[in-house]
């Protein structure tokens, strides 16, 4: 599986815990939908999942004007996945990449406003990081 595929299905396994309270496996058999499995997809679900009051905590610090709980869902659980991506697989991934995978999923899976948000919320994060 391509890693924009992992991301792409381990935002919407995340969408689906946050919205419905599924377990993290669980919402990965559904999004993949019998195909097979991957690890940096498991990777990404679990770890946002378990590191989930550190990532929201940085989210939250690097808002301006917005909470956590009125973004959009999908910004809310990309934001949480770019995070942890920043955070926890630096070594494996540049901070660019993740920006950018972040910023062309937002337009596939968000609003119009959705890339400029991302792009603007991570960026901080990213500063902070270094």
């Avoid at 391509?2 to 419905?20: G, H, N, P």
């Avoid at 990532?55 to 004007?65: F, S, Y």
């Avoid at 809310?76 to 999923?105: H, M, Q, T, W």
């Amino acid at each position: 599986m391509k890693r924009r595929t992992a991301r792409e299905k381990a935002l919407q396994a995340l969408f689906q815990i946050d919205v419905s309270d599924a377990e993290p496996t669980a919402a990965i058999e559904h999004v993949l939908e019998e195909e097979q499995g991957d690890s940096y997809l498991s990777r990404l679900v679990n770890g946002t999942v378990e590191h989930k009051q550190e990532i929201d905590g940085l989210i939250t610090r690097n808002l301006e004007k917005w909470s956590l709980e009125r973004l959009a869902g999908v910004d809310r659980n990309l934001l949480r996945l770019g995070v942890f991506e920043l955070k926890y697989c630096s070594e494996e991934v540049p901070a660019n990449v993740v920006l950018d995978e972040a910023i062309e999923i937002a337009k596939l899976y968000g609003d119009d406003q959705s890339s400029k948000f991302i792009n603007g919320v991570l960026s901080k994060v990213k500063q902070q990081l270094i």
